[in-house]
C-alpha cells in the first residue's frame, strides 16, 4: 500500500505563481460585470458558459489554495471569502461551481504528490468537482488500488470540470469500514442531466455515476488527511493544514453572503426610483421600508464579520503552532453556518419588501431569491445540524460529526 509521503518543501519544484491572493481577489471582482451579464444564459444552460469556464482559467481564481509549487496563490482563508462575495453578487450559480473548484483544490493537496501532478503537472488551471457523501458510494480493494461504483447527486459544476473527487466506504485495514476519498479523470465519470433546480439552476449541479471504474492506490485518501494536521516544514502556508470540512462550510458561507449582498444592492438600486402605484407616493418615503433597509443591511454586516471571524480564529490557532480543538472546529462551522443563516434572512426581507414586481423571472431579485433558497439547503447551511454539534461539545459531550 502506497504511503502518504510527506515530501520537503526542498523537494517539490515550483512553476510561476498564477497571482498574488490580492491580484486574485481583485481579478474576482474585475470578473463579476461580465458574469452578471451572462447570468441569464448561465441559467439557460444550466451551466455557466464556456466563456465563464475560460474566464475562471484564466484569472487563476479558483487557485487561491492551490500549492506554490503548481503556480498556486497559497492564499490566506480571507482572499476565499473576498473572491466568493464578489461572484456571488454577480451569478450565484457561477460562484456555486467555484466555490467548489477552489475548495476541492484545496482538498487535492492532501493527496499524495503523485496524484496532484497527475492533475496539475499539465494543466496548473485544471477544475476540479466532486461530492463527499461516503454511504452512497463502495469501492472494493484489487491490486493497486481500487474499483468504485455509485451515483453521486448535486456535483456541482462537474460540467466545467476536469477531475472530480468522490468518498465511498470500502473495508478498512482493521476490518471497519473506512470513508476513503477518490480522485477520479472526467473520462472515467459519466454526467446524468439531472440538474433541474429552482434554484441555482446554472450551477451544472448533476448527479455522477461511475460503474466498476479502476482508482489506483495513490489517487485515494481518507478522512482523516482532511482534518487539520502539524507543520511539515517551516513557514508552510497554513492552508495546506487547516481542518478542510470545517474550512468548506466557511467558504459555502461566503457564496451565500455574496448572492445576499447582490439581493441586497439590487433591491435597493430598484427602490429609489420606485412610485406606489395605491398612493403615488415615492416608495422610500414609507418607514416600514426604512425598517427592512436597516435590517437587511445589519444582516449582512454580521453575517460577514462572523465569516471573517471564523477564518480569522482558525487562521490565529494554526498560526500559533497547535491544531483546533473539537470546540473550536466546530464553533467555527456553526458561526458560518449561522453567517448563512443571516444572509438568507437578508434576502428574505427584501424580498418581502419588493412587492409583486420581484416575482418576474426578468427581474434579478427573483433570481437572488431562489438561489438563495437553494444555496440554504446546502448541509454545510444546516443551523440544526451545526448547532447541535457545537451545542454538545460545549456542554462536554463527544462531537457527532466525523468530518469536522
Known amino acids: ?161 476536469d477531475w472530480a473527487l468522490f468518498t465511498a466506504f470500502t473495508p478498512g485495514p482493521d476490518g471497519q469500514e473506512e470513508d476513503r476519498h477518490f480522485l477520479v479523470p472526467k473520462s472515467d465519470y459519466q454526467i446524468l442531466d439531472t440538474w433541474y433546480a429552482m434554484g441555482l439552476k446554472g450551477s451544472a449541479s448533476h448527479d455522477v455515476s461511475l460503474d466498476e471504474v479502476f482508482v489506483p492506490e495513490h489517487r485515494t485518501t481518507t478522512i482523516e488527511t482532511m482534518r487539520a494536521r502539524e507543520a511539515r516544514y517551516p513557514g508552510e502556508p497554513i492552508n495546506l493544514r487547516a481542518p478542510l470540512y470545517c474550512m468548506f462550510g466557511v467558504f459555502i458561507g461566503s457564496t451565500a453572503l455574496g448572492i445576499a449582498e447582490g439581493a441586497v444592492k439590487t433591491y435597493l438600486d430598484q427602490v429609489r426610483g420606485r412610485i406606489s402605484r395605491a398612493s403615488s407616493r415615492a416608495v422610500t418615503d414609507f418607514s416600514t421600508q426604512h425598517v427592512k433597509v436597516a435590517e437587511a443591511l445589519a444582516c449582512i454586516q454580521a453575517a460577514r464579520l462572523l465569516i471573517y471571524g471564523a477564518c480569522d480564529q482558525i487562521t490565529e490557532i494554526l498560526e500559533l503552532g497547535r491544531l483546533p480543538t473539537d470546540e473550536e472546529r466546530a464553533r467555527c462551522r456553526a458561526e458560518a453556518t449561522f453567517a448563512g443563516q443571516l444572509s438568507t434572512r437578508a434576502v428574505n426581507v427584501v424580498w418581502d419588501a419588493a412587492g409583486g414586481g420581484a416575482i418576474y423571472d426578468r427581474n434579478p431579485l427573483s433570481r437572488y431569491f431562489c438561489d438563495m433558497s437553494a444555496a440554504n439547503r446546502h448541509i454545510t447551511q444546516n443551523w440544526d445540524v451545526s448547532a447541535i454539534t457545537h451545542g454538545r461539545v460545549v456542554l462536554g459531550l463527544p462531537i457527532d460529526n466525523p468530518t469536522l
Do not use: K
Open 1 to 161: 500500500m502506497r504511503t502518504q509521503t510527506a515530501f520537503s518543501h526542498e523537494e517539490m519544484p515550483t512553476i510561476e505563481r498564477v497571482g498574488t491572493p490580492e491580484e486574485l481577489v481583485e481579478r474576482a471582482r474585475g470578473l463579476a460585470p461580465a458574469l452578471r451579464e451572462r447570468a441569464a444564459e448561465t441559467e439557460t444552460l444550466r451551466q455557466p458558459p464556456e466563456a465563464t469556464r475560460q474566464d475562471i482559467q484564466r484569472t487563476g481564481i479558483h487557485r487561491l489554495f492551490q500549492p506554490a509549487r503548481f503556480g498556486g496563490a497559497d492564499a490566506p482563508f480571507r482572499a476565499a471569502v473576498d473572491v466568493m462575495t464578489a461572484l456571488g453578487q454577480a451569478c450565484g450559480s457561477t460562484a456555486w461551481a467555484v466555490v467548489q473548484n477552489i475548495s476541492h483544490n484545496s482538498m487535492m493537496c492532501r493527496w499524495p504528490l503523485e496524484a496532484q501532478e497527475d492533475v496539475w503537472r499539465n494543466n496548473p488551471a485544471a477544475l476540479l468537482s466532486g461530492i463527499l457523501i461516503p454511504n452512497i458510494g463502495r469501492a472494493r480493494r484489487v491490486d493497486g488500488g481500487y474499483v468504485l461504483s455509485g451515483r453521486w447527486p448535486f456535483v456541482s459544476g462537474v460540467s466545467l470540470a
